[in-house]
């Protein structure tokens, strides 16, 4: 795979590295295919997500190692799948983080960058994780509910379907039985939803300021959320909504048709 130096032993390389910028992989895995033979095409592509992720650092227990990072979209509701359509490929990118106790769930922008948002997913709280197509359905002990990650990449599904089949769902889990977020600042369990981090005290988004933002202010929710590109193209939209609705207003008041009629497919035009 490499020249011998003047020593006459092979320099090192890339795969034999415990480290990688810093995070701890486990060098047999993360460079290497379904069939486990090392792949200089996978150490590029793996080298290229986890420069996106300085910020799992901290996350990581003393002997915790990386096994595979890919990208992916997180479980959309019913409501995501049909109220948002093409919108969902910006709203719901994330990266998914697998090492040898959990993966991390890491919600991003379109271009996968962190948006100080993680969860994680215990092993020992799954009764099983399936690859089905490019989505990884999770089931969880408590309950038997599921949880469906879609859009994995597809270069990383045959890697991540052999890698579940060594992965070990024993053990003593976390106390919570499902995907819990992360603090962001001390990396403390969310155990239940709170306003605040309450080991640290960061304050986190809610929900209830976004929707008050975007009362007030065109596109403000999404502002608010750091969702730029839908932000604008829902200000664009409902400024001209409320263009539209003030043109339709002073027609009625001079006593003229509307300018909308024509969404409607114009006047109606019968006789007696």
Not at 173 to 182: E, Q
């Amino acid at each position: 795979m490499a020249n011998p130096g003047k020593s006459g032993t092979a320099p090192v390389i890339g795969v034999k590295h415990h480290k990688v910028l810093g995070l701890p992989v486990e060098h047999n895995i993360i460079f290497s295919n379904h069939n486990h033979k090392y792949k200089p095409r996978i150490e590029k592509r793996q080298r290229k997500l986890i420069i996106k992720i300085p910020f799992i650092r901290p996350f990581l227990k003393a002997d915790e190692k990386i096994l595979l990072v890919t990208t992916g979209h997180s479980p959309p509701t019913v409501l995501e799948k049909w109220g948002i359509g093409w919108l969902f490929i910006h709203l719901k990118r994330s990266l998914l983080i697998f090492t040898n106790y959990r993966i991390f769930h890491v919600p991003t922008t379109s271009i996968y960058k962190y948006r100080n948002s993680i969860a994680q997913i215990s092993y020992a709280c799954c009764e099983s994780i399936q690859m089905k197509g490019r989505s990884m359905v999770v089931t969880y002990k408590s309950d038997g509910d599921t949880e469906k990650f879609v859009s994995l990449a597809g270069k990383e599904k045959k890697k991540i379907r052999e890698m579940l089949k060594f992965i070990s769902f024993t053990g003593q889990g976390t106390g919570v039985n499902r995907r819990i977020h992360l603090c962001p600042q001390c990396t403390a369990p969310l155990l239940t939803w709170v306003p605040s981090c309450r080991k640290c005290g960061l304050n986190f988004k809610t929900g209830t300021v976004s929707v008050l933002l975007e009362m007030l202010l065109p596109g403000g929710g999404y502002f608010y959320l750091r969702q730029p590109f839908l932000g604008m193209i829902t200000a664009l939209l409902e400024i001209c909504a409320m263009a539209l609705i003030g043109i339709s207003v002073k027609d009625m008041l001079n006593g003229t048709p509307s300018s909308l009629l024509w969404l409607g497919g114009g006047p109606s035009c019968s006789s007696s």
